[in-house]
């Protein structure tokens, strides 16, 4: 990493997470694709936001965090060179933020745990085999919205329908018929399902599903999503 930017940090735009309502990643994004090369952004947020560091800088962001106080970070991103993330990258456990709200301390655990978890060098465990895995468990708590978005993040790692169908297989021989006919089958995570290898039947490329997947069963969807938005 190069030094000479971290002079004029203190000029990079501002974007304060701590005010922001629902999910704040989207949010970062959008900033973030308007950041020419050679400019910043300063993200701050009341714990260390870990998971957009790889996020950021799989966009060709270098970064520098100042911790202010226990209850400030300050990240700043540097755009170094322009890159276009993958579909797989716009993905992110979008619930750590509620463990910030709920407690600062352990907002960080979280952030770290997960980078622990999921972005671990040299993993034995395949990324798309993960996602599975987790799917599967989330399934097996009865945590169907945990397992829609791990559904989704599956598909972008690049499970096949065919996989898909044996999984799903093994949920009603698993969990059993009947809770695979009340719980899972009027579920999300099942239309999530039904709808992927529907487009692929109509020859839709795995790009093209993406785009509509995480419309359809994306934070909007109040099954899937993980934030509480007061109607007050």
């Not at 030094?3 to 900033?31: C, H, I, M, T, Y």
């Not at 456990?93 to 960080?108: C, I, Q, R, S």
Request: proline share 3%.
């Amino acid at each position: 990493m190069t030094e000479e930017w971290k002079s004029k940090k203190e000029l990079f735009d501002v974007l304060d997470g701590r005010v922001e309502a629902g999910d704040f990643l989207p949010v970062v994004l959008k900033r973030a694709e308007k950041v020419a090369i050679g400019e910043g952004l300063c993200v701050v947020q009341s714990f260390e936001p870990v998971p957009l560091y790889s996020t950021l800088v799989d966009l060709g962001f270098e970064y520098q965090t100042d911790k202010v106080s226990d209850n400030e970070y300050r990240v700043y991103f540097y755009r170094r060179e322009s890159k276009e993330a993958s579909m797989g990258k716009t993905l992110h456990p979008a619930a750590l933020v509620n463990y910030g709200k709920a407690d600062k301390a352990l907002g960080k655990i979280a952030a770290q745990f997960w980078q622990l978890t999921w972005k671990k060098e040299n993993p034995a465990i395949d990324i798309k085999t993960k996602y599975l895995l987790s799917l599967a468990n989330a399934v097996g708590a009865g945590r169907l919205r945990q397992a829609t978005r791990e559904l989704v993040k599956a598909y972008s790692a690049g499970v096949t329908v065919a996989e898909l169908d044996e999984l799903f297989t093994l949920f009603a021989w698993n969990q059993g018929f009947g809770t695979f006919a009340s719980e899972i089958s009027p579920s999300a995570l099942f239309a999530a399902y039904l709808w992927i290898k529907e487009q692929e039947k109509k020859g839709k490329s795995r790009g093209d599903v993406m785009k509509e997947l995480l419309d359809k069963f994306g934070e909007k969807n109040p099954e899937v999503g993980v934030f509480y938005e007061s109607k007050m």
